[in-house]
Nanobody, 125 residues
Framework: VQLQACGGGLVQAGDSLRLSCTAS????????TGWFRQAPGKEREFVAA????????YYGDSVTGRFTISRDNFKNTVYLQMNSLKPEDTAVYYC???????????????????WGQGTQVTVSS
């Protein structure tokens, strides 16, 4: 499964962006999907995840209440809506997927086999 993330850009603090993740295979839309980010000099950080089988969604502490993960089955696309952006949200954002993961491991990058190429989000103060 090949994933492609897009939608990043340069915005000001307080602005919004919506990232998109599309896949080469239709089965992708049924996979548990996650978003991670990595800032320069930092480890990859969990942002959000969703398991479509039961509608569960999970968020990192730093984005809870500001970011929302969602999907469009018809477009075979997963979104990350990012509101009230802060300079500390600046990072390369990656989407990831795997046919299944345990609920306890949704936040681990090792739980995902398929990764997009990343899209840069830069938030200026």
């Amino acid at each position: 499964v090949q994933l492609q993330a897009c939608g990043g850009g340069l915005v000001q603090a307080g602005d919004s962006l919506r990232l998109s993740c599309t896949a080469s295979e239709r089965t992708f839309i049924r996979y548990p999907t996650g978003w991670f980010r990595q800032a320069p000099g930092k480890e990859r950080e969990f942002v959000a995840a969703s398991r479509w089988s039961d509608g569960s969604t999970y968020y990192g502490d730093s984005v809870t209440g500001r970011f929302t993960i969602s999907r469009d089955n018809f477009k075979n696309t997963v979104y990350l809506q990012m509101n009230s952006l802060k300079p500390e949200d600046t990072a390369v954002y990656y989407c990831a997927a795997h046919p299944s993961w345990t609920v306890s491991a949704y936040h681990l990058s090792s739980s995902y086999d398929y990764w997009g190429q990343g899209t840069q989000v830069t938030v200026s103060s």
